[in-house]
């Protein structure tokens, strides 16, 4: 983990926007866990058949899948992930910047994709298949854009108590609001597993 900077962010998130960084931390890990499948797939670590299904046809599947994911996570119809980095990590604005205009371009065809193909079918075929005809013609330039977002976020993921010292055990607060709000319980082991939420937080041992 990096060091704490002599001069960090000083502005506090609010509730929602720790909640919105609680949802993008889930989310973010299922992207990562689907680019995974998919690369398993790619270098044939899943066997050459699933179910006598040809390898290549689940790759698009999975392919399909986490291009949806990736689009929810950072397009601006979705979490906007970009615009909350830019309020929590204030010092990098210009980074976060960069990198969002790198791939904008990409973004714009994803959201495409995502609208009329992977989370929302559009009943009218050519419609609905279209996005799909782009995303393979730039499968390599979108490639490299969600190589980039990774980059990205992990870059920040390894700086984000910066953002706000509390934000571990403010996450754990949204989860207990959620449950009393919702009338459920959630297993808090799932956070923890996931490396979400810091196991000394949920057992009131201070992370150091």
Aim: with cysteine; aromatic share 10%; charged share 25%.
């Amino acid at each position: 983990m990096p060091p704490t900077p002599t001069n960090p962010p000083i502005r506090r998130l609010n509730d929602q926007e720790v909640g919105a960084y609680l949802t993008y931390r889930c989310k973010m890990n299922e992207l990562v866990h689907l680019n995974y499948l998919f690369l398993h797939l790619k270098d044939g670590r899943c066997g050459e058949r699933v179910i006598m299904v040809p390898s290549e046809h689940v790759m698009e599947t999975v392919r399909t899948a986490a291009l949806a994911w990736f689009s929810t996570v950072a397009d601006k119809s979705g979490l906007n992930i970009f615009d909350l980095w830019l309020r929590m990590f204030p010092r990098y604005q210009r980074r976060i910047t960069i990198f969002r205009r790198a791939i904008q371009s990409q973004l714009d065809k994803i959201r495409s994709f995502r609208n009329n193909t992977a989370f929302h079918a559009n009943p009218t075929f050519a419609e609905f298949f279209a996005p799909r005809v782009v995303v393979m013609d730039d499968r390599e330039e979108i490639a490299a854009a969600l190589k980039k977002f990774l980059k990205l976020a992990v870059f920040l993921l390894r700086r984000e108590h910066w953002a706000d010292p509390d934000l571990q055990s403010r996450m754990l607060g949204r989860i207990l609001d959620a449950e009393l709000t919702k009338n459920c319980r959630i297993n808090r082991a799932f956070f923890i597993d996931a490396h979400i939420i810091d196991r000394h937080v949920i057992f009131g041992v201070q992370r150091l």
